[in-house]
């Protein structure tokens, strides 16, 4: 029973690096997606449709939970496009980015010259020919921070309230202070 708990997590780990690796590509790859979410179990598969808000109470059969979620992944994929630039950040959604995530979102390179933290060249920002993504809200935070931590549940209600007009993230000051720094964040929250 723990053998096959470890191998059903490292299948979801797999159809979701598959889904991450497909967002970066210009199409979603609806095969390969449906073969990779037939090798779960039904269980997972109600998991992962309830994690994305889906009722699967009235369906009965595997294939059909197969397809809900594979549409509910196609959706996602589709409406991250010309959200995310790096395809990590969803409408309506607060989501926790590491240096590489938000570097990307920024659409800044990292020049790879700084030690501690990557040093920024924000010269590919507004280039002719760049989609236009929506703005973004981020929340630099600590997790020792009682006051960042009243902010959650605000974030969250502004990350619905905005939906697809506003990326909203958070940045962990603790795990990334180069990067923190070099926003001039001066103070929490």
């Given at each position: 029973s723990e053998q096959s708990t470890s191998s059903n997590t490292s299948k979801t780990?797999?159809?979701?690096?598959?889904?991450?690796?497909?967002?970066?590509?210009?199409?979603?790859?609806?095969?390969?997606?449906?073969?990779?979410?037939?090798?779960?179990?039904?269980?997972?598969?109600?998991?992962?449709?309830s994690q994305n808000n889906v009722r699967w109470?009235?369906?009965?059969?595997?294939?059909?939970l197969?397809?809900?979620?594979?549409?509910?992944?196609?959706?996602k994929f589709e409406a991250?496009?010309?959200?995310?630039?790096?395809?990590?950040?969803?409408?309506?959604?607060?989501t926790d980015?590491?240096?590489a995530v938000l570097l990307r979102e920024l659409g800044w390179r990292p020049s790879g010259n700084a030690?501690?933290?990557?040093?920024?060249?924000a010269t590919n920002t507004g280039e002719k020919g760049t989609p236009q993504h929506a703005p973004i809200l981020l929340d630099v935070y600590a997790t020792w921070c009682?006051?960042?931590?009243?902010?959650?549940?605000?974030?969250?209600s502004a990350a619905e309230e905005f939906g697809p007009d506003?990326?909203?993230m958070k940045l962990d000051s603790d795990k990334y202070p180069g990067l923190a720094g070099q926003l001039k964040v001066a103070g929490l929250p």
């Amino acid at each position: 029973s723990e053998q096959s708990t470890s191998s059903n997590t490292s299948k979801t780990t797999s159809t979701t690096t598959e889904t991450k690796t497909q967002s970066q590509t210009q199409d979603f790859d609806r095969q390969t997606t449906l073969q990779n979410l037939r090798t779960l179990e039904i269980k997972d598969l109600r998991t992962q449709l309830s994690q994305n808000n889906v009722r699967w109470g009235n369906i009965i059969e595997k294939e059909e939970l197969v397809q809900a979620l594979c549409n509910v992944m196609e959706q996602k994929f589709e409406a991250s496009k010309n959200f995310s630039r790096s395809g990590e950040v969803m409408p309506g959604k607060v989501t926790d980015v590491d240096d590489a995530v938000l570097l990307r979102e920024l659409g800044w390179r990292p020049s790879g010259n700084a030690r501690d933290a990557p040093a920024v060249d924000a010269t590919n920002t507004g280039e002719k020919g760049t989609p236009q993504h929506a703005p973004i809200l981020l929340d630099v935070y600590a997790t020792w921070c009682g006051p960042c931590q009243f902010l959650v549940p605000q974030l969250q209600s502004a990350a619905e309230e905005f939906g697809p007009d506003v990326r909203v993230m958070k940045l962990d000051s603790d795990k990334y202070p180069g990067l923190a720094g070099q926003l001039k964040v001066a103070g929490l929250p």
